[in-house]
C-alpha cells in the first residue's frame, strides 16, 4: 500500500492541524495505521494509531485529550486531529500502515511496513 500524508504546515502553540493520510494500491482497509513523529536530532517517536476498523485507538500519554485520529476506510483516509498544539510538537509527521497482529505493540515502529514520506508539523509564535 502507498501513503500519502498531507496537512501539515506552520501554526502557533494552541492552534489546530489535520493531517491525512491517504492509502493507495492494496485494500486500506486491512491494514493498521499508525502516526509518528521525528524532530531533528531526536528518534521517531509514536503518536497515535488506529485499528483496521477504527474501532480501537491508542494514543501516546502527551497527546491524550489533544488528538484523535479517525479513519474512513470508504475514502481511504486516515485522520489525525490536533489541537493545542505545543512548540515542542515542531515534527515531521509520518503515516506508516502494518498487517493485524495482535503479538506486536501498536506502538513499535518496528511492525510498520509501509511509511508515508511525511508532512512536517512547525508550532511557533
Not at 87 to 111: I, Q
Amino acid at each position: 500500500v502507498q501513503l500519502q500524508a498531507s496537512g501539515g504546515g506552520m501554526v502557533q502553540p494552541g492552534g489546530s492541524l489535520r493531517l491525512s493520510c491517504a492509502g493507495s494500491g492494496r485494500t486500506f482497509s486491512n491494514y493498521v495505521i499508525g502516526w509518528f513523529r521525528q524532530a531533528p536530532g531526536k528518534e521517531r517517536e509514536f503518536v497515535s494509531s488506529t485499528t483496521t476498523s477504527g474501532d480501537f485507538t491508542l494514543y501516546e500519554d502527551s497527546v491524550k485529550g489533544r488528538f484523535t485520529v479517525s479513519r474512513d476506510n470508504t475514502k481511504n483516509t486516515v485522520y489525525l486531529q490536533m489541537n493545542n498544539l505545543k512548540a515542542w510538537e515542531t515534527a515531521m509527521y509520518y503515516c506508516a500502515a502494518s498487517a493485524p497482529n495482535r503479538y506486536l505493540s501498536l506502538r513499535d515502529h518496528d511492525r510498520y511496513v509501509y511509511w508515508g514520506q511525511g508532512t512536517q508539523v512547525t508550532v511557533s509564535s
